[in-house]
């Protein structure tokens, strides 16, 4: 079965420093990978996805994300951070064929002026 | 295009009540589906469809039902509320093209069974 853990549950940092969020996945067969951004009181909003090809995803708000399948992961980077980035993030995987996610349990962006 | 939109945005019910929860998209979007969201669960998979007249199952399935008469609509419905089922509850829809198009997500339903 598939999963997804997202290591850290809250990540402060001060803004203009860079961050990584750490999401891995457990799945026996392809799959598709997607970082979801939830600001306060809304619903979620696609960051960016890797369906196939270069392993290094560019997405909104100069986020991107690094596809490793040895190390089975997809991170989220961005390298000067804002304090409009606060939010919550939410990694998802779904198999090759289908439309149903699995999402992680989320990582809260905290930026600090 | 109004996107995914979801009524109420707010709701409360006594244990034992029943209610539905509406989801509509205006995009002709195949792919349908219904997640819960609780506090360091992130999001999971209550139903989906895949198109009018057909609906499955997601990972936690039990005490709501889903049908799909219509591409644009897609309501969930809790027959007998228990307080396990207070959550927010988010609609999403995609073209349906195994997974290559972005999922939208409508705005949320806050519930609150007392």
């Known amino acids: 079965a598939q999963s997804v853990t997202q290591l850290d549950s809250q990540v402060p940092v001060f803004e203009e420093a860079p961050v990584e969020l750490r999401c891995n996945y457990s799945?026996?067969?392809?799959?598709?990978l997607f970082w979801y951004v939830q600001y306060p009181n809304q619903g979620l909003q696609l960051l960016l996805k890797?369906?196939?090809?270069?392993?290094l995803v560019k997405g909104i708000n100069g986020f991107e994300a690094e596809f490793n399948k040895s190390q089975t992961s997809f991170h989220l980077r961005k390298p000067s951070v804002h304090i409009s980035d606060t939010a919550e993030y939410f990694c998802?995987?779904?198999?090759?064929?289908?439309?149903?996610?699995?999402f992680g349990t989320g990582t809260r962006l905290q930026v600090f002026p | 295009n109004a996107g995914v939109t979801q009524t109420p945005k707010f709701q409360v019910l006594k244990t034992g009540q029943s209610m539905t929860l509406q989801c509509a998209q205006d995009m002709n979007h195949e792919y349908m589906s219904w997640y819960r969201q609780d506090p360091g669960m992130g999001l999971r998979l209550i139903h989906y469809?895949?198109?009018?007249?057909?609906?499955d199952q997601g990972e936690v399935p039990n005490g709501y039902n889903v049908s799909r008469s219509t591409t644009e609509d897609f309501p969930l419905r809790l027959l007998s509320a228990a307080p396990s089922q207070t959550s927010v509850y988010f609609c999403a829809s995609s073209c349906g093209l195994a997974g290559q198009c972005e999922q939208f997500f409508g705005p949320g339903t806050r519930l609150t069974v007392l």
């Open positions: 998802a995987v779904s198999d090759r064929g289908t439309d149903k996610l699995i």
């Open positions: 799945s026996s067969v392809s799959v598709y």
């Open positions: 469809s895949v198109g009018a007249g057909i609906t």
């Open positions: 890797y369906l196939s090809g270069s392993t």
